[in-house]
Structure formats: C-alpha cells, structure tokens
C-alpha cells in the first residue's frame, strides 16, 4: 500500500507559460501544469515541488529531493506569483451539450 503523502502527482496537461517570476535575483519561469485541485492543494501547501512535481513526506522541504529546487525558500513565493486557474473540459454547459446531440438526431432521421 502506498503511503499518502507518497501518492504521484500526474500532471492532466502541460502547458508552455509566458508568465515569470524574480526573486532573490533570479528568475523563475515555470511550465504550466494542469493538476487535480487536490494536486494543486498539494503543492500550495509544500507537500508537493512545484518545479518537479515530487511529493515529500512532510511540509516544505529545504529542498526537493529529485531537482534540488529549494522549496523552503522559494515555492510559496512562486505559486503566489504564477498560479492560475484554468477551466479544462468543453466550452460549452450540459444543456448546450443536450441542444446539439438532440439537433444531430433530428438531422440524422431528415437524411
């Protein structure tokens, strides 16, 4: 059984980012990647790198144990700054959805 704490982060997409960030005379511009809101809450709370995705056993980690990326003194600053919410799935409500599929079937009896 998998501890937890030990459970992978699997991105649902990544995306490029044109967004950066300075801080201690060093810039940090970060990949885009689409997690689950517990996976975001993850990394917010320190349990997760933000530039590696590697979860940890306890919160804010000097450093991350795979990338070195110094989480302690740098992730939080670094979420504030870059984080965004993003909608991911259709454009379009379950309401339009049914419009559409219900049009396609009157078409489909017409032809």
Known sequence: MIERWAIPVIPLGVEESHKAVEIGGRVFS??????K???????RLGYVCINCLEPHPYTWPERCKVCDFPIERFQERIFEAL?????VGPSTTLEEEWEIAKEEVRKQRET
Not at 83 to 87: I, T
């Open 30 to 35: 970060n990949k885009t990647f689409i997690l």
């Open 37 to 43: 809101p517990e996976d975001v809450e993850r990394v």
């Open 83 to 87: 984080y965004e919410e993003v909608r």
